[in-house]
Structures are given as C-alpha cells and as structure tokens.
C-alpha cells in the first residue's frame, strides 16, 4: 500500500486549467483516469487526510504510485480524452457500463453494392445503418418478414446470393416478392439502394409519408378498375401499419429522443435506456455497473452517455437525451454531444407530461433490472459460500457464519419504537424465523439504548431454551433433545421468565399453543444461536450489542455493525473500521443482510403507526358501537371538538343517553390530545379535523 504523500506533487506543479490526469500504479498501469475544470483543484483533493476521504477513493490513492496530468484548451476536449484514455486504458477504478446481454440490432449494410437487411450483435461497423437494440432476435425477424412487401431489399447471405448470380435462379424469396432480386437482375444496383434508403426511412421514423403514398396509390388503382394492384398496395400498407404497431407510441409529438433512468445502492448501479424515434420506442437496453469510484448519480449519467455516444455520429445522437440528473458540467456534455451529433442536442430532466411520465416507466425498469441481477448474484451457490469465507477471514472467526442475525431499529421521530430480527442461513434469507419487538424498556429515541434491550431480550431467551433442554445440566439426563446442528429451527412459542412475557408483536404468524409443550423434544423459537450477530449501525451500536451478550455471560458469538453512509463494517473494540474490498462477495451478503432487517423494521414501525393513527379515544368507551361512534364524530365533525363539547351537547346526538354522554366526556377527558401535526417542508401546524382520528 502506497503512501500518497510519496508521490503528491508539489502546488505549483498542477496548473490551474483544463485537463485529463490519470493515476498510475507502482508497475505503470493505468488505474484511474478523470477529467477536471481547474487540475489544480481537483487533483489537490486526492492528497487530503485519508481519513476524509471516501473508501473507494481512498482505496485508489493508496494503490496508486504516481499521477500525470494533460493540459486541454477547453472542458469539451477534456470529456472527449478523458473518454479515449477510459477506453484506451480500461483502469481499474473507473465507473464501466456492462451489457447484461448482447443486444441484437437491425442492420442495412449500406457499405456494400446491394444492401442487405440482417440481425447484428457485438460491435458496430462502419457504413451499416443500424436500428434498435431489441430485446429479442425474432422481433426482428417479424418485423422485417412485414415490411419486406412493400421494401423487397435483400436479406440472403453472402453466398446465397453469388450462388443464384452464378445459376441465374432467385431464391425462394424472389419467388414470392419479398425480394427485388438484384441477384438476377431485376432491378438495378441503383433502383435496389433506393429501396434499402427508403426502408431505413421508415425504420427511422418518418412513416407517414409511404402509407399516404401507399393509400394514394391504392385509390388511384381503385378508380383505374385495377381492382388486383389496389388489393395488393392494400395488402402492403396494412403490413406496414401492423410494423408500426410492434412498436407504441410513446409520444405523441413524434418525438425522437433517448430516456436513461438509473437506479443504485452502495455497490451497484444499473442504467435502462429507451430509444423512442418518431414517439415510438424503437429499442431498449440495459447495463449493470460496479460503483468501483466513489461516484453519484450525475457521473453514472455522465459516464453513461460518454459510453452510449462515444462512437456515434449523426442521427445516432437524438435531438435529445433525457436523464434523471443533470451531469455536473452539463454545459461541456451538451456540446459534445452536440459536436458528434452535428446539431443542437437538447440534454435536460423531463419535469411534466408524457416524457416525465415515460421516464417513470424507464426508471420502474431499471429497479427491476437491478432487482434481478442482485436475485440471479444471491442465488448462486459457489458465490454464497465465498460470500462467508470471505465475511470469516476479515472478521476473524474460526468458522464461516452459517447463521447469521442482523438487527435494526426503526422509529418516527421517537415514537412507535421497534426492532427486527432477519436471519440468513447459508447466505439465504430464512423468513420463518424473523422477529419483530417492541421497545419497551424506556420512552423516546435512542438507537443505543434500544439496540442494548433487544439483543439482551433475544439472547435471554435462547439461554432459557438451553436450561429447558437440558444443556446446562452437569448430569446427563433421559430425554433424548436434538440439537442446533442436528434439527432445523421449527417456529414455536418461548419459554418466559420474569419480565420475558413475550409481547404480541414477537409472535410469528403461525398459531401457537397456549402453553409450550415440553414433551416434544424440539428446539422452540429463539433456541438456535448464530455464529454472526450483525447490527445496524457503527461503532456504539455495536458496543451496546455486545455489552448486551457480555452481561449474559455468552462470549461465542461474533458480533460486528454495517454503517450505511460508507459501508464499514465495525467490530467491538476496534477505534477504526475494517473495510472489506469494493468488489467482496461478503460485503455484498452484509448488505444484503442489513437491507432486509431495514425493510422489515420500517414496514412493521409504519404498520404500528397506522394502526395508532386509526385508534379513537372512543373505541374504550363501554356499549359505543360503530354506528353511534359515526354518529358523533359526523355531528361534530372531528374528535377534537367532541371533546370540547359538554354532556348535553353531546345528548343531543340522536341515539345518544344521558349515561353514554358521561362515559364519552369522561374517555376523552382521560386522554390527553394528540401533539399537532407539523408539515416539515413549510414549518405549517396542521389542525387535527380528520373525522374520528386523535
């Protein structure tokens, strides 16, 4: 590991203007290349304290051995080198797109004498026209087979075609029509060139104008009693209709414009593009990326339309490219594109209408996309297992984590206080034994506090089980238990003691008996101990964790905290963090870990919330059924000015007794009003007059 301070130049070596530096390692190799406004500045930042700076960064500094910088006349040419230098160069610590499959394209070989319309993958060649990408191969197809009626260009192969030149014999397509056959003659290398133009054409969206003429024609044929042709140019247009129809239109100002849409995590990103030409999606692909740079939203899109448009030239670059967030020169990016497209290109984020509209769908997509590449990442079982292999060697423990608990607390400004408990066994989610808990050991907010009351809670029970069982015993006793490594955890209801009454929300969905059976000789719920306690949080969580265990006497299982904000993992005891590398299977399966803990804490805090929201100081009232209660709160109008009322105000709501009356004042006496609601954007108190809700 590299000191960055033995390499750093001094100040006055960096020039102050616009440039490409890259950093690299002790053998010469390129590892990082970026582009700046002012060098001077930029490059002046990877050389601060390294504990100021980002994981990733730092990571990269201190594998780098030396930096150099180019000077550029203008911030346009430090984007256009900064891209050659990435693709040149391939560092190792750059952001880089990867398609999550080859895409096919449409493709007219324009370079060739008689074009030809075929299926292309890989890399694009220089003089075909291309179209898409699709997302399968026979979309293709069937849209070519539709179109080649009215534009019969060829579509044989190299030796089909010198084979029917040789023979004089069209193939089977120039029998039928779909092909102008230019193999034999038929038309002329001109007239079949026309024919491949006019095909891209329409594939690029300027549709209209060949089924007008189409329609014209058909009509003209019509009134001339050429009743044949007419059925014939019929025929041919509805086959281009049904072309246009495998493609919606998405814009109905026949827009032509590319959507990129992003969705990330602390590891990964991946990026949805839709290609809509003439307001009508005629391509969309995918990439997945590492987040290997410590990088936001803005430089994925920046690197994204770098690797979209790096290689195209005129229509490629649509007129505009529309991004979920704008880059962070977005002046510079807009002239490059402009530059490459040879026309004004339009780079900005849709605010309203069909195009904010169809960028939630492109962004619904690429959510999906990210989804299924982390599912098709977990279910792998090679990959698993290096996940704990590697989660074992950085966090010292003897064996890998088969079990695995993490916790989180979950709470809305100190109120409706929880926690939950996921477990993950051989790396996979074990749903059936994952537990929610109310805080119950103290009022208000603190994680700390919390975090110490629901792992003494949890651990007091697995020690319960074990004394049940009989594992402490010194003596050997008759019944046979199984043990943790022998049954799997089965759901059951918890041997309590003093203070341990298990409330409600604890209990798994299942049914339970009223009393635990003690004759079954089966492990009950919190019986199995993991080998891994993982927390949410940093440092003082993870104290409070295992201080928890420690005064329970339990010194065998490791514990050790995931800080969300730089994705550190925290051990007890240890005044800094171990950092386990960016591309780690176990730092993905920690995070997978603490992101499923989160998501079940949130979801049942929100649900408690909702719950108390919808509970009315009226529902303790004894004989006050539903219809009297709406009775009230509609005469009224709120709970709030039913409480205000007096007893004879409120005997005159029909239905309502004199004795009813009491008992409502006297309820709503007891309880003390709701604090206001605060609207936290504009700082506005929101009066309470929500019809039955306190």
């Known amino acids: 590991m590299a000191d960055p301070s033995s390499y750093r130049p001094k100040p006055g070596q960096i020039p102050d203007s616009p440039g490409v530096y890259k950093f690299r390692d002790e053998h010469r190799r390129v590892i990082y290349v970026g582009k700046a406004k002012n060098l001077r500045q930029r490059v002046a930042n990877y050389f601060q304290d390294l504990a100021n700076l980002h ?3 730092r990571t990269m500094v201190t594998t780098a051995a030396s930096v150099e910088w180019t000077v550029v006349s203008t911030e346009v040419e430090a984007l256009q080198l900064e891209y050659s230098w990435i693709k040149e160069f391939d560092p190792r610590f750059n952001v880089k797109y990867r398609d999550d499959k080859s895409y096919p394209y449409l493709a007219v070989t324009l370079n060739e ?16 026209r291309y179209f898409g990408p699709y997302g399968h191969a026979w979309a293709i197809r069937e849209t070519v087979d539709l179109m080649l009626r ?26 039928i029509g779909k092909c102008s056959a230019p193999c034999v003659g038929r038309v002329t290398p001109e007239e079949h060139r026309e024919l491949a133009e006019d095909f891209c054409d329409f594939m690029a969206g300027r549709t209209g104008t060949y089924i007008r003429r189409l329609e014209k024609d058909m009509m003209q044929a019509a009134e001339e009693m050429e009743y044949e042709r007419a059925a014939r140019l019929r025929d041919d247009a509805e086959a281009l209709k049904r072309a246009m129809e495998k493609s919606a239109v998405v814009l109905a100002d026949a827009t032509d414009a590319d959507l990129i849409a992003v969705a990330e995590d602390e ?31 803005s430089g994925l899109v920046e690197h994204a339309l770098q690797q979209l448009y790096g290689e195209e030239r005129g229509d490629a670059v649509p007129k505009e490219v529309l991004v979920p967030a704008l880059p962070e020169d977005t002046e510079a990016v807009s002239q490059w594109l402009a530059e490459r497209r040879g026309s004004q290109v339009s780079l ?38 290096r996940a704990l292999e590697e989660i074992a060697e950085a966090l010292g423990l003897d064996t890998a984590p088969l079990r ?48 110490h009351e629901v792992i003494g809670r949890r ?78 949080g940093g440092q003082p969580q993870v104290a409070a964790a295992k201080r928890a265990l420690d005064e329970l006497g339990i010194d065998d299982i490791a514990v050790c905290g995931l800080a969300k904000r730089l994705e550190e993992v925290w051990l007890p005891d240890d005044d800094d963090p171990v950092v386990l590398p960016r591309s780690s299977e176990g730092l993905y399966l920690l995070q997978r870990v603490r992101d ?99």
């Open 596 to 694: 499923e803990a989160h998501r079940f804490a949130i979801t049942y805090q929100r649900a408690k919330r909702a719950k108390r929201i919808r509970t009315s100081p009226l529902d303790d009232v004894s004989g006050l059924g539903e219809t009297r209660k709406q009775a009230l709160i509609k005469h009224f109008g709120s709970v709030k000015k039913l409480r205000q009322a007096t007893i004879d105000e409120i005997c005159e709501v029909p239905g309502i007794g004199r004795r009813t009356a009491e008992s409502v004042a006297a309820a709503l006496a007891s309880t003390a009003p709701a604090a206001p609601a605060v609207n936290t954007a504009t700082g506005e108190i929101i009066e309470e007059d929500d019809g039955g809700n306190s």
């Open 113 to 128: 004498e008689f074009p030809r319309v075929q299926v292309m993958r890989g890399a694009k060649k220089k003089g075909v």
């Open 459 to 536: 651990f007091k029970r697995y020690l319960q089980e074990k004394e049940r069982t009989g594992e402490w015993e010194e003596q050997p006793t008759d019944t046979a238990t199984a043990g943790p490594a022998a049954t799997g955890p089965v759901p059951g209801p918890a041997v309590t003691g003093p203070g341990l009454a298990p409330a409600a929300d604890e209990r798994p969905s299942v049914a339970e008996d009223a009393e635990p059976r003690e004759d079954d000789g089966r492990p009950k719920r919190f019986a199995y101990p993991p080998q891994l306690v993982v927390v949410d």
């Open 267 to 297: 590891l990964e990103a991946a990026l949805q593009i839709f290609h809509v030409r003439g307001g009508r999606v005629r391509g969309q692909r995918g990439w997945v990326t590492d987040k290997v740079e410590a990088v936001d939203t």
């Open 404 to 451: 695995i608990e993490c916790y989180d607390i979950s709470h809305l400004q100190g109120d409706d206080v929880v926690a939950s408990m996921v477990v993950f066994e051989d790396g996979l989610a074990r749903k059936s034994e994952y537990r929610r808990f109310q805080i119950k050991g103290f009022e208000g907010q603190d994680d700390v506090r919390s975090m």
């Open 348 to 385: 900005r984020i849709p605010q309203r209408g069909d195009k904010k509209d169809l960028m939630i769908t492109v962004q619904r997509n690429a959510q999906q996309a990210l989804g299924l590449h982390k599912t098709k990442r977990a279910s792998d079982l090679t990959t698993r297992s």
């Open 150 to 175: 009215v534009f019969p260009v060829r579509t044989c192969s190299a030796g089909v075609f010198k084979n029917a030149a040789r023979t004089g014999r069209p193939c089977l397509l120039g029998y």
């Open 55 to 57: 994981p990733r960064t």
